[in-house]
């Protein structure tokens, strides 16, 4: 069975700062993680619960 994961406060609410139309492009997401010091992979999962899009995804993963 796998684990939620702990996602911190401030990277959601960082989120949802960054995407109030609930979208936010691949390379904004990696500059957050950045910014906040967390994983990359945080963010997404952050994205994910919160029901954000990642949009111009620089691998073309996500249109």
Do not use: H, N, W, Y
């Not at 960054?18 to 997401?29: H, K």
Request: glycine share 8%.
């Amino acid at each position: 069975m796998e684990r939620e994961t702990e996602i911190p406060a401030r990277v959601l609410e960082a989120l949802r700062r960054a995407a109030p139309e609930g979208r936010i492009s691949c390379p904004r997401a990696r500059e957050l993680a950045a910014e906040l010091g967390v994983p990359v992979r945080t963010v997404g999962e952050a994205c994910d619960r919160l029901g954000i899009k990642i949009c111009a995804c620089e691998l073309g993963c996500f249109p």
